[in-house]
């Protein structure tokens, strides 16, 4: 408890004594996401490098598309109205600030759109003369490196390469043309050797033109794509409970380039959106790629699909790409002037080698099976102020069936109501189906969720949902049929710059116990106290997360945070972030957010009794270089050796150096 008390006064004094200005509100709003959805790192990773290249490259406000709103987040259906309503009625849009006229964009809103969009004229010039692209065009150039000051035992005798994680990123963009490629390598991959002879593990490479003439948008390369509401295809990211609601009722296809360090869930070759009349439009894509995968003995199946992507022993890197993907689909989407959407999905899969899951487990026994899949689907939305609807219904090739309907009422301007009903078969197979779920894929659940928000004023907003599923076939951790309850309250307070946060959250699942017949309930109680405020120059933050588990046994844990923000100067952004948690094991877990370099991304749990401690800097050297560094501790009282198998480190703390160089051209 000492080091904990010293450590505080420290940061305190450390950080009072810097001047500045505030946060950068990108950082903030990934802080505030992530502590509010709980989203998995993966999902994180890639929506974090997907706004901030969206940030990187801000388009003019006044020629931005419906499509370009809907592609935040932060926005819900009835601002994406108002703002594209306003435009078209008022004309350009001369400064972020006049979007005050709109009752329905807060301050914290426009600060984020600020992020996104740039004012200028608006222009109709569709010119994509290749001389013209190449002069305008923008250059950037990304170097990341990560230092880990201890060794793993896999780093001394298992790992094939080094212990040091590093990539590059560059990107060329000309408002309608973009092109990119990214390098990455994870700690303990061979670099040069070993099987990467041609560098890096994971490279994705891209190219995309966007609204010319009807075509509306077309990538080359390594792309993603959603199709109607994830249940026939979805390669992007879901969000949680909180958001996902409101990013339902969106446009029913989305393609993006794969600009990321992740080595799982995307397609490589070509996707284009051509629009063939003022009502219709039409969705064509095609893959082929290497995935990997775990074989069977005889090596003439594919046991399990990997998406991990780690390549660090022989064993890893002989599973790299071992089995060959083709994917081809389309979708045709129907819109009018009233407010009305239809389309259909159709998918073909097909692998080079049969898929042949291990069935000796209950859970295991309705997996996909084959090297042949198809799926196809239609979806529908209708969108009003007051009322708002959507909604798919798939099958697969064998008639299987999955349904997901979302319902969004406003019976008051400031109080919004979501109803969600999903039904996804036991049987019902979708290799790559991802779409809101509380067991975390579209198959075997069955729920219905109810979730509100209600903005009593300038100042309270009050959340809720509670969310109830049921699971007709065995899962993972639970023999024969099960049910799950999800709930969660939310109140958020705002005066002046200073923001108060509480929440409650209760969730309860059946599971097996050890030595009982009958399934158990296992409860989850998660609860946060958070103050944002400015202290002097310095935006701060301060929050205590609370933690209990039930199940047989009880684990009980709680974690205070302190993180501070400043500018210095007009070139020099300086952070800072220190933690003291105190759990009893794995099950009673916590999750700190902590601000990191572009395009990555830092949430992990922690568990134990420990402090944690990070500092971050952000440094512009003239016009077109930055340096920005992020340094971290953990500390743990209670554990030696830290971690096990290959991971293990044998010591009780850890330090890592993340480096950044970015040079724009």
């Not at 979730?451 to 024969?480: C, E, H, I, N, P």
């Amino acid at each position: 408890m000492r080091h904990f008390i010293l450590s505080f006064v420290l940061f305190f004094g450390i950080v009072s004594i810097a001047q500045a200005q505030r946060e950068d509100v990108l950082a903030q709003y990934f802080t505030t996401l992530a502590t509010e959805e709980e989203l998995d790192n993966g999902a994180l990773e890639q929506l974090t490098e997907q706004l901030t290249f969206a940030a990187q490259h801000p388009k003019n406000l006044n020629t931005a598309t419906r499509e370009d709103f809907e592609a935040l987040p932060f926005l819900d259906d009835t601002q994406v109205e108002k703002l594209c309503e306003y435009i078209y009625r008022y004309g350009p849009v001369r400064s972020i600030g006049e979007l005050a006229m709109i009752p329905a964009i807060e301050w914290h809103t426009r600060e984020l759109l600020s992020l996104f969009f740039t004012i200028a004229e608006p222009t109709t010039k569709d010119s994509l003369a290749i001389g013209q692209t190449l002069r305008y065009g923008r250059h950037d150039l990304v170097l990341t490196g990560r230092v880990p000051f201890y060794t793993r035992r896999g780093d001394e005798q298992g790992y094939l390469g080094q212990r040091y994680a590093h990539s590059l990123r560059y990107t060329f963009n000309s408002g309608k043309v973009q092109a990119g490629l990214v390098g990455a390598n994870d700690a303990g991959e061979p670099f040069f050797s070993h099987g990467n002879s041609w560098g890096y593990d994971h490279y994705a490479l891209y190219a995309q033109v966007k609204d010319w003439g009807r075509l509306k948008h077309a990538v080359v390369g390594h792309y993603r794509i959603r199709l109607g509401q994830g249940l026939v295809f979805n390669s992007n990211f879901s969000l949680g409970k909180l958001a996902q609601p409101n990013y339902a009722t969106r446009t029913t296809v989305a393609i993006s380039p794969h600009a990321s360090r992740m080595q799982s869930n995307y397609l490589q070759g070509a996707a284009a959106t051509v629009t063939l009349s003022k009502h219709l439009e039409l969705t064509a894509f095609a893959s082929y790629r290497g995935i990997d995968a775990t074989l069977t003995k005889d090596s003439t199946a594919a046991q399990t699909l990997l998406t991990t992507g780690y390549h660090r022993t022989p064993l890893e890197m002989y599973k790299k790409n071992n089995v060959d993907e083709t994917i081809v689909g389309g979708h045709i989407t129907y819109t009018n002037n009233k407010g009305l959407v239809f389309g259909l999905s159709a998918v073909y899969d097909r692998l080079s080698l049969p898929l042949r899951p291990n069935k000796n487990q209950g859970y295991r026994r309705y997996y996909a099976e084959g090297n042949a899949f198809s799926n196809y689907s239609v979806d529908y939305g209708y969108r009003s102020y007051r009322l708002s609807v959507a909604g798919e219904t798939a099958i697969d090739k064998d008639g299987n069936l999955a349904t997901l309907n979302f319902l969004t009422w406003r019976p008051l301007s400031d109080l919004r109501i979501n109803l969600i009903q999903r039904f996804y078969g036991y049987k019902y197979n979708a290799l790559h189906g991802e779409s809101f779920s509380d067991g975390g894929s579209v198959k075997n659940e069955s729920g219905i969720y109810l979730g509100a928000q209600w903005k009593l004023s300038r100042r309270w907003v009050l959340m809720a949902y509670t969310d109830f599923a049921y699971f007709a076939w065995d899962k993972y951790q639970a023999d024969g049929p099960s049910k799950s309850w999800d709930n969660l309250v939310q109140a958020t307070y705002s005066l002046r710059g200073v923001t108060l946060l509480a929440r409650y959250r209760f969730k309860t699942r059946q599971m097996n116990v050890k030595e009982q017949s009958a399934l158990w309930w296992r409860q989850e109680h998660r609860g946060r106290l958070a103050a944002t405020y400015r202290l002097k120059a310095i935006d701060m933050k301060t929050q205590l997360d609370v933690s209990h588990y039930q199940l047989v046994k009880r684990s009980t844990g709680w974690m205070l945070s302190q993180q501070g923000s400043t500018t210095v100067a007009q070139w020099l952004t300086l952070s800072a972030t220190m933690a003291y948690f105190h759990t009893h094991d794995y099950y009673s877990r916590l999750y700190l957010y902590e601000r990191q370099p572009l395009y990555s991304i830092s949430f992990p749990e922690y568990h134990g009794i420990g402090i944690r401690y990070s500092v971050f800097a952000r440094a512009a050297v003239g016009s077109h270089i930055t340096l920005t560094a992020s340094l971290g501790t953990t500390n743990y009282f209670n554990r030696n050796p830290i971690s096990s198998g290959y991971q293990q480190i044998n010591r009780s703390s850890k330090t890592d150096l993340l480096l950044q160089l970015r040079w724009k051209f």
